[in-house]
């Protein structure tokens, strides 16, 4: 496994890189906040997400997709949240893309891979049921009726879940809370009338939704994966998403690392550059390797997918966790160092500190991610 | 068959031949191990040592990139990705350690004259020449270039005087490299030159340093009168200070190596591995550590060594952009190394810091001192602070005051 990019992987990143800074810098996702957009994405930049062919990044061509895999999207998330940019790429383009492609039946992924590819469809996956990421601990169950299965229960934080088409949910189908086995995952028209979805406003102004399920009916062809399995299937497609969502914090921390680095070098206090002072000089310096590791932790899982190597679980814990502490790091030291501009709404700085302690708990908090890397590790 | 191929073919015939059966793994407990560190007084347990130094050194594969006509392999980088793997199949020790092979030769190679090159890599290479080092003084640690030993020009050779310090095995050492002042004071960089001094030469004396882990890896060197014959010179004269800097290089790469070796090997050298002392002192259930305080700091460290190991790896792939990253890889390799050591001994308990006595395991006894012998790793060669001052000034272009 070489811990370098393609050309490939390359040039989407400077595509990626590119379009954040020309289409859409962080005064776009502002606006959308001051607007009080109802979905805090722009359907005219996924259009033109859409027709970079980014949505299809993880589909395979058969279905109008490019199939330049897992670490391929993750550059392009990398560098769109330098810039703060929302959009689907994340619940549709990774989490939803992934999962149909790799466990769709042939009818379901007929049905939903090439509207993904074209930008129609956006999907959302529903695990979590409280203010703790813990799969095992799934409540909601599916209950079967004959041929059919009836869904009660809640789902909470789902992304993108306030306008989804499409919801990936995590059902117990049987055992009990705790238990990874016994569950089912189910496609859900989030259409369905006995669907309640409750918008949630969160910190980092993203599209979030808490979920009711109230007797909805599907049959098996719902179903994705299979049957009483479906936990397994959910960590395969959490491990892809945990790696994702690690490169978007990548982004995040190295942007808000250079915008105050650069402030270091503007500033003057007492008559000279603040950042000639060793306090700050060390702390930056250190900033800088801890980057350095996060980059090549984020690097060897998302290499680590695309070889469907047997360290996947583990590289995937590593770098959800290296990302966060790196994260929440540097989001702390990039508002002290800006001083009293780094704690106003004015100034762009505190959008990043919002946004990583938002980001550190989608799909498991480092704390979570150390203990599955001490399980997996065998200690 | 590719040149490669071929090559492969014969260096396993050469190793299977030449390389004695108790320098490989699987060797019989019983036969004592030598640190193989060669030079004049050397003096070997197992004369197999001897052997394999000078069969691998004849062949110049201890330093087998270096160029035939100086002694060495003349291996291209990809003949010598063979050789180590033939020598890791087989679990062949490094035939020798040496800082001449790790600091020397390399800066002797790009600011040596052609003679001295002649004259003193083959001997380094062949361990024949065990060389030590000599840069910090009493007054000059961080502030390294501020050093005061003096050569004064006295015709055919220059008169040395002054005092090292640091200067590690100097006790065991035959030759020094050392940086004196030939010129000025200030600007204090420009007047530093590079010289080779023979440690036998009349007026040279050394005397061992006993650190807090009790053992004496370090001397004092003092240098009264010394007569060094010119031809010593490296380089230009009072243009000392920047072979110096390359050489640090060096030394920084090869110190942050030890380091990840110890994290890839669970414990260094020693072969001490944390999850397993943890759980030899604190107890075991389910296969995990029974304490979860310790265990999850343990975790959290494991973690940030494996990011560093990976981050190793990224920066071999990449192509070494060595000299902008040696300075982290010396500041993390040594701190994660003094963290690792911290958690071992906290983990054991009373026993982490036994110091002598039969009422202890000499493995605990051991880790005491490897534990005191760690706190050097992030001041030699450059402290952690001075690592994050070159990080700041030259990797992220922060002003100076």
Known sequence: MKLILTEEEQFLKDTAKNFAEERCPISHFRSLRDNNDPILWDKEIWKEMTTLGWPGILIPEEYGGSNFGITGISVILGECAKTLTPSPLFATGVLGAFSITNFGSSEQKQNYLPKIVSGELTTALAIDESSHHNPANTEMTAKKDGKNFILNGKKTFVVDGASADLLIVLARTSGNKGEMSGLTLFLIDSNDPGIEKIKLDMADSRNYANINFNNIKVDAKSILGDEETGGETAENILDIGRIAIASEMLGNAEAAFETTLDYLKQRKQFGVLIGSFQALQHRAAEMFCELELTKSSVLAAMKAADEGSNELQRLSSLSKTIAGETLHLVSNEAVQMHGGIGVTDEYDIGFFLKRARVAEQIFGSSKFHTERYANISGF | ?401
């Open chain 2, 1 to 401: 068959m590719s040149n490669l191929d071929k090559f492969r073919t014969e260096t396993k015939k050469w190793l299977d031949e030449n390389c004695p059966p108790s320098m490989r793994s699987g060797a019989d407990p019983s036969i004592p191990v030598d640190e193989v560190w060669g030079g004049r007084n050397a003096e070997y347990k197992n004369p197999e040592s001897k052997l394999w130094l000078d069969r691998m050194g004849e062949k110049g594969w201890t330093m087998p990139t270096v160029p035939k006509e100086y002694g060495g392999g003349g291996l291209n980088k990809e003949e010598v990705k063979i050789l180590n793997e033939e020598m890791f199949l087989i679990g062949a020790r490094q035939p020798l350690l040496s800082f001449g092979i790790w600091m020397l030769a390399p800066v002797l190679l790009e600011y040596g004259n052609e003679a001295q090159k002649k004259e003193h890599i083959p001997k380094i290479l062949k361990g024949e020449i065990r060389w030590c080092q000599g840069y910090s003084e009493p007054g000059s640690g961080s502030d390294l270039a501020s050093l005061s030993t003096k050569a004064e020009d006295a015709g055919d050779h220059f008169l040395v005087n002054g005092q090292k310090v640091w200067t590690s095995y100097a006790d065991k050492a035959d030759w020094i490299f050392a940086l004196v002042r030939t010129g000025a004071k200030e600007p204090k960089h420009d007047g530093i030159s590079f010289v080779l001094i023979d440690m036998a030469t009349k007026g040279v004396s050394t005397k061992p340093i006993t650190l807090i882990s009790g053992k004496s890896p370090f001397c004092e060197t003092f240098f009264d009168n010394v007569e060094v014959p010119k031809e010593n010179l490296i380089g230009e004269l009072n243009a000392g200070w920047t072979i110096a800097k390359k050489l640090l290089q060096h030394e920084r790469a090869f110190i942050s190596n030890f380091g990840l070796a110890g994290a890839a090997a669970g414990g260094g050298r020693s072969g001490r591995d944390i999850v397993s002392i943890a759980k030899k002192h604190l107890g075991e259930e389910n296969g995990k550590i029974k304490n979860s305080f310790y265990r999850t700091e343990i975790a959290s460290h494991k973690i940030k060594e494996h990011a560093f190991g990976l981050t190793l790896k990224r920066a071999g792939d990449e192509g070494g952009k060595a000299s902008a990253t040696a300075s982290m890889f010396k500041l993390y390799g040594t701190e994660h190394n003094k963290k690792r050591h911290e958690l071992m001994v906290a983990a054991s308990g009373v026993d982490g810091v036994a110091w002598d006595g039969d009422e202890f395991d000499q493995d605990d006894k051991n880790l005491t001192r490897a534990w005191l012998r760690t706190k050097g790793n992030s001041i030699e060669g450059g402290t952690s602070e001075v690592q994050l001052n070159v990080i700041s000034k030259r990797v992220l272009n922060l002003p100076s005051q």
